[in-house]
């Protein structure tokens, strides 16, 4: 059967031609909203004191060479700006339609579940874009001041890795959002899981388990900031004399197609789980 | 155009043990307003939620237009504009561009949303606020731009949940005059209520629902004769106090009168049975009575009797 429906003489449009209204409309929304204007400076205080401090200071950790400039600058930073958009973007994006009632506006119409979550999604996907083009921009305009035109091309690749880590967030954060009723609930927890359990569960398995964390997302996007080390790091084992025969300890270090895979998986996982979760959730 | 059409076929909805809507079958055809009417925790929004895809049935099937809205939801509300509890709008969006969004998901031809947007917004008396951001209107606002939003698309059903809930008088009254306006298109128009006056104002059938059960359907002049038990009632304004004896003695007393009770000190209900002949000797009596009698009237709220006995009845 067609996906576009008759009523009268009004032809209810395809699935996709929603998506896209409800990404254009949401969208609309998000770029007049406060959290958008509050992201956007921290981004830029992010980036002000980083031009600040590199310019005063220069720190020959970061003027070293191009790579450990950008490496220094993004490397450190672009996964925190993600995660913020992520969180001011996705954490409430579908727990509001039912705590904020909007949800009430929209739903009732001939529209799919899925097509409004897609739509929303691709919005915040959008915003979180807008985000980052601006931090991104910043970065490569310092980059430009000490080093030239000459911008590494693993920069470019960072760059990629980082988006496509932004829609596995974002997939993570609608996940979220969409388990929960309370728009503060989700909010929250999705903050905590990424800015503290992630990185404590992590550490823990690696540095005391001596497990590979590969499935915890922010190991897989270790990418980001390794592409831009050379040689790329891989997992090194030390061994410490503290007892006799020795303690062996490894530190592991994501490859590049480990990475990909973490930040696929999580991305088609949340994904199906959230569509799934919002296509049966209701509104009582 | 088809016959437009709104069936229950078994719809239920239940929430662990607690049943809100329990086997409902409902079939309702045809340009008319019906009315929705039970109490509160009736199963009423439950019901118009499950029309809307708000909610999932346990089992049974909502149907319009013959279409389950659960299986093929985007053709089932193809021709329905809704209005559930009260929907709030994203707040940044001005009522033209939420309306906006709404014409295009709903497929308004682009060279028609303009004059759609504008007309929707003129029936609901919103047109100097359509370029203002939704987030700055009042309650009463946004229900107005809601009820606009349903109409965008000239439907042939409409399912209101409460339209007039939460607005101040004057709102009601205008939301109520929007709603009698709409009837005068080719619409099925499908409205829960607790007000009884705003249903026997505006509707011309009544489905009542307790305990998620369905009690009547019927005609308002049906229900209301229905539960009246063949004696006819006149409420007396007077101008002066009135004492309880002389209810009791001089007019429950009066030819053809089955009972007459003081509803406060000047205002009297008076039953009898009888045709239009009768009423007018009850007044002629009633004015040589010199009680000071100024109005003479059938009662606001036959339907609300009617109401309170069948709602009473399944306690």
Not at chain 2, 106 to 116: C, F, L
Not at chain 2, 214 to 235: C, H, M, P, R, W
Request: hydrophobic residues 45%.
């Amino acid at each position: 059967m067609s996906d576009t429906e008759t009523a009268s003489s009004i032809t209810v449009p395809s699935n996709l031609t929603q998506v896209g209204v409800t990404m254009k409309y949401t969208f609309l929304d998000y770029l007049r909203s406060r959290r958008f204007f509050i992201l956007l400076t921290i981004n830029l205080l992010i980036s002000v004191l980083l031009t600040v401090l590199i310019g005063y200071y220069r720190p020959a950790s970061f003027l070293a060479s191009d790579l450990k400039f950008y490496g220094g600058w993004w490397g450190n930073s672009v996964t925190f700006v993600i995660i913020l958009s992520g969180i001011f973007f996705g954490g409430d994006a579908i727990s509001g339609e039912f705590q904020n009632k909007t949800g009430y506006f929209a739903v009732p119409n001939p529209i799919k579940r899925s097509s409004m979550y897609l739509g929303k999604w691709l919005a915040a996907f959008l915003a979180s874009t807008a985000i980052l083009v601006i931090f991104t921009a910043i970065t490569v305009g310092n980059g430009i001041y000490y080093f030239g035109w000459n911008v590494p091309i693993q920069f470019g690749e960072s760059v990629l890795f980082a988006w496509f880590y932004l829609a596995a967030v974002l997939g993570f954060t609608f996940f979220f959002s969409s388990l929960f009723k309370s728009s503060a609930m989700s909010i929250i927890v999705t903050a905590i899981l990424f800015l503290f359990v992630f990185g404590l569960v992590e550490t823990l398995v690696s540095g005391l388990v001596q497990v590979e964390p590969w499935f915890i997302l922010t190991y897989g996007a270790q990418i980001i900031g390794n592409i831009l080390q050379v040689p790329y790091p891989l997992h090194s084992t030390t061994v410490s004399s503290i007892r006799p025969g020795g303690v062996t300890f490894t530190t592991f270090n994501v490859t590049v197609p480990e990475g990909l895979a973490i930040i696929a998986l999580y991305f088609i996982i949340t994904a199906i789980l959230g569509l799934v979760l919002f296509d049966r959730k209701e509104f009582t | 155009m088809a016959n437009q059409s709104l069936e229950a076929v078994n719809l239920t909805k239940r929430y662990g043990s607690f049943l809100a809507v329990s086997a409902l079958n409902l079939k309702i055809e045809g340009s008319k307003c019906v009315g929705f009417l039970g109490p509160n925790g009736a199963g009423k929004t439950t019901t118009l939620k499950m029309f809307t895809d708000l909610i999932r049935p346990s089992t049974g099937q909502g149907l319009i237009n013959g279409v389950d809205v659960h299986t093929n939801k985007k053709k089932a509300l193809a021709s329905v504009g809704t209005l559930i509890e009260t929907p709030e709008i994203y707040p940044s969006l001005t009522s033209k561009e939420a309306l906006m969004m709404i014409a295009e998901i709903r497929g308004v031809p682009r060279a028609e949303r303009n004059k759609r947007i504008e007309e929707a917004v003129a029936e609901v008396r919103m047109e100097e606020w359509i370029n203002k951001r939704v987030g700055k209107f009042s309650k009463g606002m946004k229900q107005r731009i809601c009820i606009a939003s349903a109409l965008l698309s000239d439907p042939t059903v409409l399912l209101l949940d409460e339209p007039t809930n939460g607005l101040d008088p004057r709102g009601m009254s205008e939301v109520r005059d929007i709603v009698k306006s709409l009837k005068s298109k080719k619409r099925l128009i499908f409205m829960s209520s607790h007000i009884l006056s705003e249903v026997s104002e505006v509707c011309d059938e009544v489905a009542m629902i307790d305990h998620g059960k369905l009690i009547v359907y019927d005609t308002v002049s049906n229900v209301t004769a229905k539960f009246s038990e063949g004696q006819n009632i006149v409420e007396v304004g007077l101008q002066r106090p009135i004492d309880d004896r002389f209810v009791t003695e001089n007019i429950a007393t009066l030819p053809s009168v089955e009972a007459a009770e003081k509803k406060d000190d000047r205002n009297l209900k008076i039953r009898f049975n009888g045709g239009l002949d009768i009423q007018e000797r009850i007044l002629s009596d009633l004015v040589r009575l010199k009680i000071g009698v100024i109005s003479y009237k059938p009662p606001s709220s036959e339907l609300e009797d009617a109401y309170l006995k069948l709602i009473k009845d399944t306690v």
